[in-house]
């Protein structure tokens, strides 16, 4: 061929997705690709630690008492 022959413009065969990612999954990205590929490409999540679940909803519960007992709201024997 020669070099004065006109040439096609150049195109992609597919256009480039436009990929937002979080600080916190690209850190298990970089930590582990397949623990990203499961949680985030199919929705698998770790089951909750056991200090995650009755022990610190228990914690919150009470912990609302004297904070809501500073804000003058005290909590009488009726309530439920």
Known sequence: MPADTPRLEPQARHETPEVTLLVSELKYLFECPYEFKLRF?????????????????????????PKRALAGDVVGNDAA
Not at 43 to 50: I, M, Y
Not at 51 to 57: F, H, P
Request: hydrophobic share 35%.
């Open 41 to 65: 490409l199919y929705g698998f999540n770790p089951p909750l630690h056991e200090a995650l679940g009755y022990g610190k909803g228990l914690h919150d519960a009470l912990s609302e008492v």
